[in-house]
């Protein structure tokens, strides 16, 4: 079941071209880090923002609330020169299994969503491999985003940062979903759906979706991640009828 939770989107796109700043509440700046060099920005004519991990040159994996029908998006990074790029969705798939009013209705939702660029990323881009091992309660993972560093403060939005944080299980052991939280108030925040949670190995075990607040703060609490193992059929499915299958450790 999933319950309500701090909504990732509507951050202002003029915070996108501003200088760089930070991301994710109490993480690290990890511009160089392998994740970041597998992650992208993802934004919404609506004027969300949210992170993308890289599946192949001209594929993108996110949030499926980051990539609903009906409105235009287009896939963000920043070329060699620090000049913002823009990149067209040419495709896009939305899992069978999301349901947009899932917080509301504390029902249970696939937040997963597959995007094909019209163009290809460049070369430095590398495509993340996706993990089906399951994480146990202290395990400890790394999320990682572009989204905001401090609650409200949308400039902090556009760096690529991570936490390590260890599993937990507020509802029990979960087939579809992982929670983290870390003992001090860290964790994804606006801007960080779509954003990868990957193991000690670097392979992505899941995609962010949401996060809960910590004390009067709207973020710092829980984060949690749609698992893609038990996702890998649609995943594969989707990916190997675009030509670029999805790679897999």
């Known amino acids: 079941m999933i319950r309500p939770a701090f ?14 700043a930070r991301a994710v509440v109490g993480g690290l700046d990890a511009p160089d880090a392998a994740l970041a060099r597998s992650s992208v920005m993802v934004l919404s004519s609506r004027g969300g923002v949210c992170t993308g991990i890289v599946l192949a040159r001209d594929v993108v994996l996110t949030a499926a609330h980051c990539a609903a029908p009906g409105v235009e998006h287009r896939v963000h990074f920043r070329d060699e020169a620090g000049a913002p790029v823009l990149l ?30 019209e163009t290809a990323l460049p ?3 590398v495509p993340a491999a996706l993990a089906e091992a399951p994480a146990a309660a202290g395990t400890p993972l790394t999320l990682g985003g ?3 560093a401090r609650p409200g ?18 509802y029990g052991p979960s087939r579809i979903l992982v929670w983290l939280k870390g003992a001090t108030a860290s964790g994804a925040c606006e801007g960080d759906s779509g954003g990868p949670v990957a193991g000690a ?14 004390g009067k703060a709207p973020c710092g609490g829980v984060s949690q991640g749609v698992l893609v193992g038990p996702q890998r ?15 897999w450790e």
């Open 88 to 117: 067209g969705v040419a495709a896009r798939a939305v899992h069978p299994g999301y349901d947009a009013g899932a917080i509301a209705g504390r029902r249970r939702s696939i937040d997963l969503a597959l995007l094909r660029t």
């Open 7 to 20: 909504p990732f989107l509507a951050l202002p796109l003029l915070a996108l071209f501003a200088i760089p």
């Open 201 to 214: 190995g670097g392979g992505v075990l899941a995609v962010t979706t949401w996060a809960s607040g910590a």
């Open 153 to 170: 403060d949308h400039r902090s939005t556009g760096t690529f940062r991570t936490a390590t944080l260890p599993v937990v299980e507020p």
């Open 233 to 247: 059929a649609w995943i594969d499915r989707t990916t190997a009828a675009w030509g670029t299958p999805a790679r």
């Open 146 to 148: 572009y989204g905001v």
């Open 123 to 125: 070369a430095r881009f």
